[in-house]
């Protein structure tokens, strides 16, 4: 990060980012740092997990396993999945832009716990330390480590559990923090319903951080137990039962798939108004949706293992609440249609991403009920319909929710504005390539490819050279995005204290804020929606 | 260092800020627990039998002994707890030696116990009976080693003159979390010690 021809005021200008050398990082407790330093880690095994998936797209350019041994394939999905999920999609937007703007949305100074922050960013480090340390024998069980096969798999599966305890602990430190900030941390006047709606899906982001991660804490815990000491809870020679693995599993990784999203929704719900120059279209509707996809999302996680021999009873009822999951989340993307409705759009790149977002996630939420109903997901199950589904909500939704964030509060975080042509060609890279990836999957999924095989039945040919075309797309889009960001860190214009001429009390703050965020505590007389209005 | 948090908000709020901290970290902690206690209820359905015959062979003279243990630790916590709200520092240090006393009293009891299981070839793995019962209590075993850490720590800050009438949350915080470690022995005892 450097600066340059600005070494006069350079101390004032470069705001928290001052002060220079690692010590300044590393024992920093500023949450603004400890944001950036979530984003740079995120964003690194982002890449990393992204390029285990190109590979995964070469082998499967042919029928037959060409490139690759079937267990190295088996590894390398293992890793692009959990490396995506543990290490990218569960932290990224709640501890990288959620640490960086949740004190900045409030009016606050700081997160409640400081010392805590920082303690969960360095709990979160030791953690993929120790999962790197895995690879001497790398898993090859998929990311959901089932038991029977990860209880005997040769894999390095205890110190993989570790590793994934600690970035748990991390997790729960993290939301603990939030849920303090967010209750007592409030500007003067900042209500619960004056709060930008970034802040009520973070809140409802933490309560199931909070509330699921310690089950799959102690799953792991005793998945670790099982291996070393012989306890037998998911053993059916002992008497135990591997599907109970798959219920603790599923307890935590369902509500999970809400950390992932719920965040993204609620930086889609402050670009879009923003960009519309329109106050957004029911407020509450949208804040207490987010409550209420947190709830439901605990009731629900055994839509996962339909085929996995749960009782007829239970399956019904499974898949009867899963349906009810499909309201708050249709809430949300009709209030924001609302909000487009009859404003004045601009298409910037947070913008873009932000259009894109609800485009896809209208997709991966569409294909949903066809999972979530008894009789088609028995002929989906484990196909590559699945595979599609989650990457158009995980992908299409949070990472594209992720990159509007990005877009959106760069010159926040940085002082410097993006390059807006380089990020809308980026933009259309990523764009094209993502559903050329992935809507092919849709068509060989409904034709019954099977997913996480090496080997496919020569039929689905075709598809899967299109897929792999498309996710080289995806891959440039995303290396220039990067690149882009490089270089508006090194010579981007300096930005403005409020480039998108919005509301919400971050951009009160100088770009980028100082250590402090603000010199006095802002007080709050009016939600930060009032755009078009005479306070626009 | 960049970024200093409790000078800026005034005490009162920090004050609830860490009990409500404290709190929810306790929600997380039944959590973690539950999934154990889910495991039991479930073998315990499943298999009445291996409970009935297994649970005879744990030592519940030994059992009731350390729940009277935890009992008078929680109450000397409380008591550590009144002496700081009226200054008293030299009082909350008795109290809370105490309590670390306590503490690692349970835990030799607790080591005498496993040590005879260990001695009759009864191990975590030996049936799911043992296997329930070591997990859990062997996870509140690490809680309570947690505690008498958290507990040493705030004597160290009343030892270094840290504390007083007016800034006691340190001792109130580890006191609900020390109540907590009491709590979920009063569920496993009777599950695990007494329940045939």
């Known amino acids: 990060m450097e600066s340059i021809g600005q070494t006069g005021t350079d101390r004032h200008d470069r705001g928290y980012l001052a002060e220079r050398g690692w010590r300044s990082w590393a024992f920093t407790l500023d949450h603004k740092r400890i944001g950036a330093m979530y984003l740079w880690t995120t964003i690194a095994f982002f890449l990393i997990g992204g390029l285990f998936a190109l590979l995964l797209r070469l082998e499967l350019l042919s029928p037959q396993t060409r490139y690759f041994s079937n267990h190295a394939y088996n590894v390398f999905f293992t890793l692009h999945g959990s490396m995506m999920i543990f290490l990218f999609i569960i932290p990224a937007i709640p501890s990288g832009l959620g640490n960086f703007f949740i004190p900045l949305h409030i009016g606050a100074r700081d997160v409640a716990f400081p010392r805590l922050n920082l303690a969960s960013y360095w709990i979160f480090a030791a953690g993929f330390l120790v999962i790197i340390g895995s690879l001497v024998a790398p898993m090859d069980t998929g990311w959901t480590f089932y038991t029977p096969y990860s209880a005997k798999s040769a894999a390095a599966v205890t110190t993989l559990s570790l590793g994934l305890f600690l970035v748990g602990l991390s997790s729960i430190l993290t939301g603990l923090n939030f849920l303090v900030t967010i209750h007592k941390m409030r500007a003067p006047g900042m209500t619960w319903h004056r709060m930008p709606l970034f802040l009520w899906s973070m809140y409802a982001t933490s309560i199931i951080q909070v509330i699921a991660t310690p089950v799959v804490g102690v799953t792991f815990l005793l998945l670790a137990a099982e291996r070393l000491l012989g306890v037998g809870f998911y053993d059916p020679s002992k008497g135990g039962d591997p599907v109970l693995f798959q219920h603790f599993f599923w307890f935590y990784s369902h509500p999970v798939v809400y950390v992932m999203i719920l965040p993204a929704m609620g930086i889609i719900s402050e670009v879009i108004p923003v960009f519309s120059r329109k106050p957004i279209f029911g407020y509450n509707a949208i804040a207490y949706s987010s409550l209420a996809i947190a709830f439901l999302g605990f009731l629900v996680w055994g839509h996962h293992m339909f085929t996995s021999g749960m009782s007829p009873l239970a399956n019904t009822i499974f898949s009867f609440l899963t349906f009810f999951v499909a309201v708050p989340t249709a809430v949300k993307v009709f209030n924001w249609i609302a909000t487009l409705y009859k404003g004045s759009i601009t298409l910037e790149s947070p913008m873009l991403y932000a259009l894109t977002f609800i485009f896809l996630f209208a997709v991966g939420g569409l294909t949903g009920p066809f999972l979530g109903a008894l009789a088609t997901n028995v002929q989906l199950h484990d196909t590559y319909f699945v595979v599609a589904h989650f990457h158009y909500t995980m992908m299409g939704g949070t990472v594209m929710g992720f990159f509007a964030g990005l877009h959106y509060w760069f010159p926040k975080m940085t002082g410097k504005m993006l390059n807006e042509k380089v990020a809308r060609l980026a933009w259309a890279l990523i764009f094209v390539g993502f559903n050329v990836t992935f809507f092919t999957m849709f068509i060989v999924g409904t034709r019954g490819m099977p997913r996480r095989y090496a080997e496919y039945l020569p039929k689905f040919h075709t598809e899967n050279v299109i897929s792999t075309i498309g996710s080289v797309v995806l891959a440039a889009g995303i290396l220039l995005m990067c690149w882009n960001f490089l270089q508006g860190l090194r010579k981007g214009a300096p930005a403005p204290a409020n480039p998108w001429r919005a509301l919400s009390l971050e951009w009160k703050a100088a770009s980028p804020p100082e250590t402090e965020n603000f010199h006095e505590i802002p007080v709050v007389t009016a939600w930060p929606y009032g755009y078009g209005t005479t306070k626009a | ?196």
């Open chain 2, 1 to 196: 260092m960049t970024g200093t948090s409790s000078e800026h908000h005034d005490p009162a709020v920090a004050f609830e800020s860490a009990k409500l901290g404290v709190w929810t970290f306790l929600a997380t902690e039944v959590l973690l627990f539950g999934a154990l206690f889910t495991a039991y209820t479930i073998f315990r359905m499943k298999y009445p039998e291996l409970f009935r015959v297994e649970h005879a062979k744990l030592d519940r003279v030994l059992g009731a002994v350390n729940t009277v243990v935890l009992i008078t630790s929680s109450f000397t916590v409380v008591l550590g707890v009144d002496a700081i709200r009226r200054g008293k520092t030299r009082l909350l240090e008795a109290y809370f030696g105490a309590t670390i006393l306590l503490a690692a009293v349970f835990l030799c009891v607790k080591y005498v116990e496993y040590a005879a299981k260990f001695h009759h070839g009864l191990y975590p793995g030996t049936n799911l009976f043992f296997s329930l019962y070591f997990m859990m209590t062997g996870l509140h075993g690490a809680h309570v080693l947690l505690g008498m850490a958290v507990l040493t720590y705030v004597l160290v800050l009343s030892r270094r003159g840290r504390l007083s009438e007016n800034y006691y949350t340190p001792v109130e915080m580890s006191g609900l979390y020390w109540h907590f470690v009491d709590l979920v022995w009063i569920y496993l005892f009777p599950l695990l010690y007494l329940v045939g």
